[in-house]
């Protein structure tokens, strides 16, 4: 990173620098469907505040050492996904400002996104968030306008008859139904669904309509327990079977525990355990690396452990879909985590499915410093 922060547009340190890995080569047919994973939602400008020595002071100015931007929202989960080698498609609708068509060109040029269900809504301006990273944690403000009906009509008609995938990440929200997951879920795509906070304080898994259609479920260790009432994560994690096949409940610094209801297997992986600087889209990285492992045909215990190594890799980056790991920084971690005098052998073969993953030209030097891009800048 320059001095100032600044760095290359992401079309220039997209993922040709990375090195490439298909985690599903082994597996992928004539008779596929085209996309890995299908995603629907919002896309956000991301603008990140880096170098804060600590909160912003009323009436005070804060001087930031460091400045990125780049897309965020869903986002942050599509360059995940792709980032790990996975075919990615994503419905949005985008702003016709300079931010939409940053936007656009970062996630379709620079990460190799399908964006052929999504479309750009004259009038509309783009949704910002800025977020402040300090002291381990980050401030968030956004800002949006209501989309015009054109923006409206787009956004819910993409979805409608989403592309054929293997699997979909969908967002689910308290007394909502998306028609477009049980569209997918007929189809024979694989919906994993994630969720946020229920600002209703209702906590009621009934009001979770399209969890019907999941095939896994992955809250964090309170949204687990509030649903199900249960005193511990784990427990919630068992309960939490009854309504879906494969429960996955994050458990912060402990790691992160499953329960799959098909097979009575259950699997539980210790964290990580890294100096954090910021945990924006930590949650959708762990995600997108468990997709990866469960559309790999991986056991569930290795689908934990890579699902919190990638989490652990992108908390030590700012920024949500900037810190998104790729299989350069899964080489590297790997190379290097070796080499470390005293590792306990028995963490080290938690790790060792990477070996056979990793190509001998993926080695960079450790630790690596992502490119932060920004709007400033257009490729040579």
Known sequence: MAPNGKGPSPITEGPQCQARVDPLAALRAPDDPPWDV????????????????????????????GMGSSPGGVANMATALARLGLRTSLAAAFGDDHYGEYCWDALEQGEGIDLSPSRTVPGWHSPVT???????????????????????????????????????????T??????WIARAAAHGTRVFGDVGWDDTGAWDLAGLADLEHCEAFLPNAEEAMRYTGAGCPRAAA???TEHVPLAVVTLGAEGAYAVDRRTGESAEVP?????????????DVFVAGFV???????????RLAFAGLTAALSVQEFGGSLSAPGWSEIAAWWRKVQSVE??????????????????????????????????????A
């Open 292 to 302: 990866t492992g469960t559309l790999a045909g991986w056991p569930l215990a290795d």
């Open 174 to 179: 308290p007394g909502r139904r998306e028609p």
């Open 342 to 379: 005293g590792q306990d052998p028995a963490a080290l073969r938690r790790y060792a499915f990477l070996e056979h993953l990793i190509p001998e030209e993926a080695t960079r030097p450790w630790p690596l410093r992502r490119a932060v891009p920004t709007i400033g800048f257009r490729p």
């Open 38 to 65: 299908y995603l629907t939602g919002t896309v956000f400008l991301d603008i990140i505040f880096t170098g804060l020595d600590s909160a912003p002071v009323r009436g005070t100015e804060s001087w930031a050492r």
């Open 130 to 172: 800025v977020s402040m990273a300090y002291e381990g944690e980050r401030t968030m403000v956004s800002h949006g306008h209501e989309p015009p009906p054109e923006a409206a009509l787009l956004q819910a008609a993409a979805p409608d008859c989403p592309p054929r995938a293997r699997a979909a990440v969908a967002s689910l």
């Open 271 to 283: 964290a990580i355990d890294v100096e954090a600087m910021d945990p924006t889209g930590a949650g």
């Open 238 to 240: 068992h309960a939490l």
